[in-house]
């Protein structure tokens, strides 16, 4: 068992949640005429309502477009590219295809009155004519998992021929890193779908057996977390399966260091409304490591995924990662009856030779790039396992959520001293004491 473990122990990278700059829904147009005074004003009004014009026409295209996806109308769906764009149409069609599995409660897309680039725009002069390349937002839900809708930034070009606007490019500004297009699983190939009681798992045709042993471990996951949690959750999750690393770091839109990672838990993060959900978790496995895990390493890794999806009402990006990752960690080894010197081998080791831990893990050493990242995870666990044994699980849970809940640069400091009568410093001093205890 030690030595299936070996090797997977830093296998989670911090949930990323990503803001999304929502485009806002029109104004509506004023009804009174402005008067025309001269000339400039007359050919500003013109520009005006040219955009509107060209705004309208455009949020048209994308709704054909939505409501193909949504019928599977094919025609109509080819019906909004520009046919001489022969690559383009080619991977478009190919994603229309591949979505065909995937059940979509909703899809729809949000323009934005962006008009910083049109054809006069050195990205779109290619296109010699009417171009535009607004800002949109891709607004979608997974039938019975995702509540409201998640949010994906797409930065199409369109460019008018014969009258009509046509989708032209969603790539078209490679070295913007602020308008790329998010990529999705459908991107890269058909999705097949495994249904389990509590998980819907999305993946790539030829790993059925993986995709079926994915939702059968998440549906074991989602009671462990409850157990630790409660039942103040969705208890279910979305599990995205990616062919290769690669295509994991492209969907995460994130060049991170993924080589020491297993698997990744992320949402959306609404900035917008104040007292707003995280929206759209998902749980993305690295399918190159997770492949080489047993059962064992495969059920620690999704029952801690699984407990950030539960837990990320309460882990707002100011709680410690420490804290987060810790109780991750905590639940998903509960019950695997390891030892601590099994869990934390690095650290150990460290232990071992004279080299103690003087502080908790910063959010930093939690970096895919720390060379010491498993000793940051081990730390961590065994941080929140040290409240646990203090104060129950009870107390845990309910000590995260004063964390959650509390605000500014010292927040640790009231929840500790109302859970465990610790200040910061007395609980540093603890954790270090503890660590030797366990691992020496
Ligand atoms: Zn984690």
Not at 276 to 304: A, E, K, W
Request: glycine residues 6%; positive net charge.
């Amino acid at each position: 068992m030690r030595a299936a473990l070996a090797g997977f122990l830093a296998f989670e990278l911090l949930a990323a949640g990503f803001l999304v700059t929502a485009g806002r829904p029109d104004r509506p147009a004023t009804t009174a005429p402005q008067p025309r005074r001269d000339a400039t004003r007359s050919k500003a009004d013109s520009v005006e309502r040219e955009a509107r014009e060209r705004k309208r026409a455009v949020a048209a295209v994308l709704d054909v477009r939505a409501r193909a996806i949504r019928t599977r109308d094919r025609n109509a769906f080819a019906g909004t590219l520009d046919p001489t764009q022969v690559a383009f149409v080619t991977r478009q069609v190919a994603m229309f295809d591949a979505i065909r599995k995937v059940p979509l409660a909703s899809w729809r897309y949000d323009l934005s009155d962006d008009r910083d680039f049109t054809q006069e725009s050195s990205y779109l002069r290619k296109y010699r004519g009417e171009a535009w390349a607004p800002r949109a937002v891709l607004r979608y839900q997974l039938e019975g998992f995702d509540d409201a809708p998640t949010a994906a930034e797409q930065f199409f070009t369109f460019v008018r021929r014969d009258g009509r606007w046509l989708t032209a490019s969603d790539d078209d500004f490679p070295d913007v890193s602020d308008r790329q297009t998010a990529r999705d699983l459908w991107d890269f190939g058909p999705v097949e779908v495994a249904t389990g009681a509590r998980s819907l798992v999305l993946g790539h045709p030829g790993h059925a057996a993986l995709l079926r042993d994915i939702a059968r471990q998440t549906d074991a996951a989602v009671p462990r977390v409850t157990a630790v949690w409660g039942t103040a959750w969705a208890r279910r999750a979305v599990v995205v399966v990616p062919r290769t690393q690669r295509e994991l770091a492209a969907i995460l839109g994130d060049s991170t260091d993924l080589s020491k990672i297993a698997a990744v838990a992320v949402a959306e993060l609404p900035g917008d409304a104040t007292g707003s959900h995280p929206v759209g978790n998902r749980v993305i496995v690295n399918p190159d490591n997770f492949r080489r895990l047993g059962t064992n390493g495969r059920r620690v890794v999704l029952t801690h995924e699984v407990t950030h999806v539960a837990s990320r009402d309460s882990s707002g990006a100011d709680v410690p990662t420490w804290l987060v990752e810790g109780l991750a960690d905590y639940v998903g080894y509960l019950g695997t009856g390891l030892s601590a010197k099994a869990i934390c081998q690095e650290l150990a080791v460290e232990v071992r030779n004279g080299r103690r831990p003087t502080a908790l893990p910063t959010d930093s050493d939690f970096s895919g790039r720390n060379d010491r990242l498993a000793q940051a995870y081990e730390g961590a666990w065994l941080a929140v396992r040290m409240i646990a044994d203090r104060i129950g699980e009870r107390g845990l849970v309910a000590f995260y959520r004063a964390v959650g809940a509390a605000s500014g640069k010292d927040r640790l400091r009231e929840p500790l001293a109302a859970s465990l009568h610790l200040t910061p410093q007395a609980f540093t001093t603890a954790w270090r004491s503890y660590v030797v205890e366990q691992l020496a």
